[in-house]
């Protein structure tokens, strides 16, 4: 009985609320001769907080036409437009500004809701080894990252060098299908420099001093050992598959919309979701040195907490993760 009445209650305020919203737009219009969309694009800075205020708004709207508009083929935003100008009776000689500032909104919009179908598509597509395409791909990954290094055959336990866990890399690719294998030859193509420093680094221990405090605690066999353990080591190509996925959930749940509709003056695509990927796998590998983890098996740990501050630096409708990024500016140099 009590839950009912907690729903009773929950939806008695949902109704209400949504009631006296629709009081305080049909208040503010009579008030200021204009409605929600114009306030919305006269009132606040083309980027990220614009852009999701026009889509609340016309997600909320009573209107069929404004809930369908978020979801228009591209080719029907300008006539879409004309027929939210028509249906909110606003002057386009009068009000030009409005026009242009809705279809920077809506291939905005459109764009993500596309962007987001074309990623979960190389997601769903799995390796296929007698794909010509694929084996040609998984090669050049190869050749980017070992430039000098000859690969002797295609099943070879030379994957491992570069981060993959046996001597045929398709079975990793199982959980983020092709989407994985394009984002990680993305990042080895065009920032070359980059992904190798990366891939060294991922391969090779890394000496730390260690204090005062922990030389008293052990022998000097002990901490030297201990001193020569300590690594920053990692599966490259995992974790790059593991980036993957948190570069597809952070889009997927929305968070990077901020991201996109502050760096893609319109449609946001691969490229920008492949150039998130890049920043991530830089940003994770410099977060991964500062945690300092004992070992590999810290690795939950440390993504969830790398997770974590992607997601609130996202909160911030200003935030733009790399707007001029360039992954091999600014590496750590081990």
Not at 192 to 200: E, K, M, P
Not at 207 to 212: E, L, V
Request: proline share 4%; with cysteine; charged share 25%.
């Amino acid at each position: 009985m009590k839950h009912f009445l907690r729903m009773l209650i929950q939806v008695c305020l949902y109704f209400y609320c949504k009631f006296l919203w629709r009081c305080l737009k049909f208040v503010m219009r009579k008030l200021t001769g204009r409605c929600e969309l114009q306030r919305i694009c006269y009132n606040t800075k083309p980027g990220a907080s614009r852009t999701m205020k026009i889509e609340t708004s016309l997600r909320d709207s009573k209107s069929k036409l404004l809930q369908t508009s978020v979801s228009v083929h591209p080719d029907a935003i300008e006539k879409t437009i004309d027929d939210i100008m028509e249906l909110k009776k606003i002057n386009p000689d009068i009000n030009p500004q409005l026009g242009i500032s809705l279809q920077a909104c809506l291939l905005q919009i459109v764009g993500y809701r596309n962007l987001i179908a074309d990623v979960e598509k190389l997601r769903r597509e799995s390796y296929d080894s007698d794909n010509p395409q694929h084996e040609e791909m998984l090669l050049k990954l190869w050749k980017f990252l070992k430039p000098n290094t000859p690969l002797e055959s295609r099943i070879s336990k030379q994957w491992c060098e570069i981060g993959f866990q046996g001597d045929d890399p398709k079975t990793d690719f199982r959980g983020m299908g092709l989407l994985g294998l394009y984002n990680l030859q993305y990042f080895a193509e065009r920032d070359a420099a980059a992904a190798q420093q990366v891939l060294s680094d991922s391969l090779h221990p890394k000496c730390r001093d260690i204090t005062k405090e922990e030389i008293s605690k052990f022998s000097k066999a002990e901490w030297e050992k201990k001193r020569m353990d300590k690594a920053i080591g990692y599966s490259f190509a995992i974790v790059g598959i593991n980036i993957t996925d948190l570069a597809y959930n952070l889009l997927v749940s929305g968070a990077l919309k901020t991201h996109f509709y502050n760096i893609a003056p319109e449609a946001p695509t691969l490229s920008h979701f492949q150039q998130t990927f890049c920043y991530l796998m830089h940003e994770f590998h410099k977060f991964w040195i500062e945690e300092d983890p004992m070992d590999i098996m810290e690795f939950n740990r440390v993504r969830e907490k790398f997770r974590k501050r992607i997601i609130k630096q996202l909160q911030n409708p200003d935030m733009a993760l790399c707007p001029h990024f360039a992954a091999s500016e600014g590496l750590i140099n081990m």
